[in-house]
């Protein structure tokens, strides 16, 4: 289980946060890689709660040590399998990723003895598959194919387990390991980060464990007081879903983010999906721009996913009123995706550019 430290005590007063004890580090030493997984600081979003009345917090899941969120859930289904007994030392840990769990996957197998193997869709960034493969793992990409196709990357990496001796297919999707971790540990912090004090949650959701776990663990401690949204891409078929009442839609179209959107119901997400209490969809145009925005007056380089989330937050903060609390999840920092997010040509050809804001394209340093 995952070790919950003390959280310093928060004091949100006329929409700003004031910490009344300078941030606490953990007592002692973390006990490995796997020992600072989690206690992420919580971050005030100043010029956004100041523009909306409201106060918008960002869950600094960047500051994890393998950089992402994903670490909770690579961290959470590895001893899940350990527990259970289906992964003994010297064991193989195989996966479908688009990226981020991959990399916390490749992270716990090096700091706990197990080799890793990751099939990804081919379209992920340059910068995710090269950091996968210095961490060890064996990095095998395919063709992006839906779901419903046999040789979807996540049932690659099923079936390969299949054939290998003392492995496990950690299934992030549909392994509710993965929600659990997030209830254990994220949820929690985020409740006594906030001294119970806070209206709603948003984040997007590939595989559903974030917004499930949290979701849940935040619906149950305030008796159902915070209200639980979701935030989803173009592409995803997720936000119909909720604002339709529960009807799938088949998925079309793409976007900037990776890791994000879906076009099915994971079992993650099923765990929750009953008590959500509303979908936002976000355009990439919006995100662009907030991405280029928390850069120029937060000083937080963020990735895309990350600047989704705040965007749903500030919309978020505006539906329920001034004096709302929301937090979200920034999940991972730029440095996975900046040969896109920064480059003008890739910009361009997106037909982002015209969506940053004039003073802001200083940041598209790259051609």
């Known amino acids: 289980m995952l070790r919950i430290p003390r959280q310093p005590t928060l004091r949100l007063t006329r929409g700003l946060m004031s910490i009344q004890n300078a941030r606490l580090f953990t007592s002692g030493s973390a006990e490995g890689f796997t020992g600072a997984v989690g206690n992420t600081p919580l971050i005030y979003l100043k010029a956004l709660s100041e523009r909306t009345g409201s106060t918008i ?16 859930a690579a961290l959470g289904v590895v001893r899940d399998a350990e527990e259970r007994g289906l ?5 193989t840990v195989i996966e479908g990723t688009a990226g981020n769990t991959g990399i916390g996957l490749a992270h716990v197998c090096r700091a706990r003895g197990y080799k890793c193997v990751i099939y990804m869709p081919d379209t992920q960034s340059q910068e995710k598959i090269d950091l996968l493969r210095m961490l060890g793992a064996d990095v095998r990409p395919v063709p992006a194919v839906a779901y419903e196709n046999p040789k979807n990357y996540n049932h690659q990496a099923r079936d390969y387990a299949q054939t290998v001796p003392n492995s496990v297919w950690t299934d992030q999707f549909d392994n509710t390991a993965n929600a659990y971790a997030h209830y254990i540990s994220t949820g929690p912090e985020i409740w006594q980060q906030t001294n119970g004090k806070l209206d709603g949650f948003i984040c997007s959701t590939g595989t559903g464990g974030t917004l499930a ?5 935040l619906r149950e401690v305030s008796d159902g007081k915070v209200q639980t949204w979701l935030a989803d891409p173009p592409g995803s078929v997720l936000h119909n879903y909720i604002t339709s009442g529960g009807k799938l839609t088949e998925r079309s179209g793409s976007s900037i983010t990776e890791g994000i959107g879906q076009g099915r119901i994971t079992r993650n997400l099923e765990t929750e999906i009953k008590h ?16 280029y925005g928390l850069l120029d007056e937060e000083g937080l380089y963020l990735g895309a996913s990350s600047a989704l989330n705040v965007v749903a937050a ?19 920092g730029a440095y996975r995706y900046q040969s896109r997010l920064f480059s003008k040509k890739w910009l361009e050809a997106k037909g982002l550019m015209e969506a940053i804001p004039d003073h802001l394209r200083k940041y598209a340093v790259l051609d």
């Open 314 to 332: 500030v919309e978020l903060a505006q539906k329920l009123g001034k004096g709302s609390t929301i937090v979200t999840v920034l999940c991972d």
């Open 276 to 291: 959500v209490s509303g979908a936002l969809s976000i355009p990439d145009t919006k995100t662009i721009a907030m991405l």
């Open 87 to 91: 992964l003994k030392p010297g064991g």
């Open 57 to 72: 917090l960002g869950k600094a899941e960047f500051q994890n040590p393998g950089g992402s969120v994903k670490d909770r």
């Open 213 to 217: 776990g949290v979701g849940r663990y």
